[in-house]
């Protein structure tokens, strides 16, 4: 799936729900429900800087496409990473470094959550662009 | 609201007084706003707001240089808070009060300037393990500079200063005791004066955070008996941007200025520059009149009801909160000394703070969450962050039952 058809997907889910709990609801239920990662890449350098809750994010390159994998110990900041690795995951690193995150303003996540510095999702993103970049670097130098 | 709501033990009724300050008036997502958090920084009366408004419709120009009219009048104006300060926290003189960009900004100073001319390699600067990241870093640097040590003075598990620990820990080679007044993350109240006394008894130069105090007790310098007292203008009901430094007038005169500028000066050639005296010596540059002006409504504002009864309100909102938390056994209150000013750190079992705070948020309340600013004193804990709820006068136990409410339906999101 293109990532516009995954993010308008979840602009349409989040469009149903009348009041914030059920919005809140759902991502609690998304961060319960974002698969494990694995225990060894719970680790130090794998930490995002800048959040309030604790954030992992580990990147792996299969040659053509990125896959990422999440975890925090805040609930709430699980379901915000399982919506971005629902849109990211499985991507070539151009389409992730094309791509927009307008979405997360329609869905009302960049209004409703506290500031960038405390939930972390921007620097989830960035987080994410950079692995982009930098598997973009590696494959084009391996060509 | 039911009678036992109302207090008439302390003389202050909340609901007259958040007429005072139109902020605790809006909304927040749809629900009427509770402000608890006043630690951060408190809400402003609408004497205060008016009064810079007035400055700047009426008064503004630049002090201590113009002879016309308005450049006189403001200088009385912003020389007069001088005075307010200063008896405000009983200081021997007002030259004793530097203005400064707020409590921060004072304790740079004195890291700068007392401790270019009075650390050395081998010397040591004493702190608590509960200090604000502003009354650690500013000193860390000086350390690194000067091949000085950093010692942190250990807490008791209920979150008081290890007195014991503290007398021990006051050497042959301690400089200078920094440490705060009151805790913003453990609402813990020190001994200032014990503090200070042991520490002048060998000698030692003492500076206290007062951050978190001047809003919630009567601050007598003298009494202390401290070297410098540090404050922020914005945590007592006033504007942002502004405070001060309470320096002993000895110690202030044996320092070296901080920065240099316009005001600092009484005399310039390219080859000799005589300093001015105290106060003007610390405050280069054009001060920011407007929000000193703003700073003395606001300590007149709190001078006129009391400190003595604001303390009391703040202590039966913490007495109510403390007991209604502690009835919770999934909450777990970090900070118990005894004396406690009106904050409460907790914890609710098994729920991230972080998640805590963002459906207190949309409850309508303002809590904060997080480390608040103590990293190290989170990492002695082995917790990551807290909630924080942080009480002033103008806070109502109605707001403290929407807090227990706002807890019920955390657990119910998260449990
Ligand atoms: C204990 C303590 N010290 C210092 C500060 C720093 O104050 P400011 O940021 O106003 O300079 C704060 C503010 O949070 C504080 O709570």
Redo the contacts between chains.
């Keep these: 799936m293109k990532i516009e058809e995954t993010t308008s997907a979840i602009v349409s889910e989040f469009e149903s729900f009348d009041d ?2 059920d919005k ?2 759902y991502l ?1 239920e998304l961060g319960k429900s974002l698969p494990l990662i694995d225990e060894k890449y719970k680790v130090e350098a794998n930490l995002i800087q800048g959040c ?3 954030v992992w994010l580990h990147a792996e390159f299969d040659g053509n496409l990125i896959h990422f994998t999440a975890d925090s ?5 699980k379901g915000i990473a399982n919506l971005l690795i629902r849109t990211f995951s499985g991507q070539p690193p151009q389409e992730i470094l094309d791509s927009s995150t307008e979405f997360l303003k329609e869905i009302g996540l960049t209004e ?3 500031p960038t510095r ?2 972390g999702m921007l620097s989830m993103i960035k987080q994410i662009k950079m692995y982009a970049l930098a598997f973009k670097t590696k494959a084009a130098m391996g060509n | 609201m039911s009678p036992e709501l109302k207090t008439q033990i302390t003389g202050i009724d909340p609901e007259k007084i958040r007429i005072d300050f139109p902020i605790l008036g809006r909304k927040v ?1 749809n629900k009427p706003l509770v402000y608890f958090d006043n630690a951060a920084t408190t809400q402003k009366p609408q004497v205060v707001i008016d009064a810079l408004v007035n400055y700047y419709t009426g008064l503004n120009s630049n002090v201590h240089r113009g002879v016309h009219y308005l450049s006189q009048q403001a200088t009385v104006a912003f020389e007069e808070v001088r005075q307010k300060i200063q008896r405000f926290i009983n200081a021997r003189f007002c030259h004793e009060i530097i203005y400064t960009r707020g409590c921060t900004e004072s304790i740079n100073l004195v890291a700068a300037s007392w401790g270019r001319a009075n650390i050395g390699p081998g010397d040591e600067i004493l702190i608590s393990g509960m200090e604000h990241h502003s009354n650690i870093v500013p000193w860390q640097m000086l350390c690194e500079e000067k091949g000085a040590a950093l010692k942190v003075c250990p807490l008791h598990p209920d979150g008081s200063l290890d007195m014991q620990a503290y007398s021990a820990m006051l050497g042959e080679k301690t400089r200078m005791v920094a440490i705060t007044h009151i805790s913003n993350t453990l609402g813990t109240v020190n001994p200032v004066k014990e503090i200070t006394r042991l520490a002048h008894e060998k000698g030692i130069t003492v500076l206290i955070d007062g951050a978190q105090a001047l809003s919630h007790m009567k601050v007598d310098v003298q009494d202390i008996g401290c070297d410098f007292y540090a404050f922020s203008a914005h945590k007592v009901y006033g504007p942002m941007g502004i405070g001060g430094l309470y320096g002993r007038e000895e110690v202030l005169n044996a320092m070296p200025p901080y920065q240099g500028g316009g005001e600092m000066i009484k005399s310039v050639t390219f080859e000799k520059t005589i300093y001015n005296e105290l106060p003007f010596k610390f405050e280069a540059g054009t001060p920011n009149v407007g929000d000193v002006i703003g700073f003395g409504a606001a300590i007149e504002y709190i001078s006129n009801i009391g400190l003595d009864q604001i303390g009391a309100w703040e202590h039966e909102l913490l007495a109510y909160a403390t007991e209604k938390l502690s009835a919770d056994p999934l909450v777990r209150i970090i900070g118990t000394a005894p004396g406690k000013a009106s904050l409460i750190s907790f914890l609710i079992d098994g729920i ?4 805590a ?3 207190i ?2 409850m309508g309340i303002a809590v904060r ?2 480390t608040h600013c103590t990293q190290p004193l989170m990492d002695s804990l082995g917790i ?2 807290t909630i924080r709820a942080s009480f002033a006068f103008y806070n109502t136990k109605q707001e403290i039952d929407r807090l227990i409410e706002a807890i019920e339906k955390v657990k119910e ?2 449990l």
């Design positions: 914030w709990m809140y609801n609690i309030q809750s604790r110990d805040a609930v709430i900041t409703h959550l506290s405390s939930n | 997502h991230h703070p972080y998640d705070g963002t459906i948020d949309h969450t997080g990551s962050g999101f998260f």
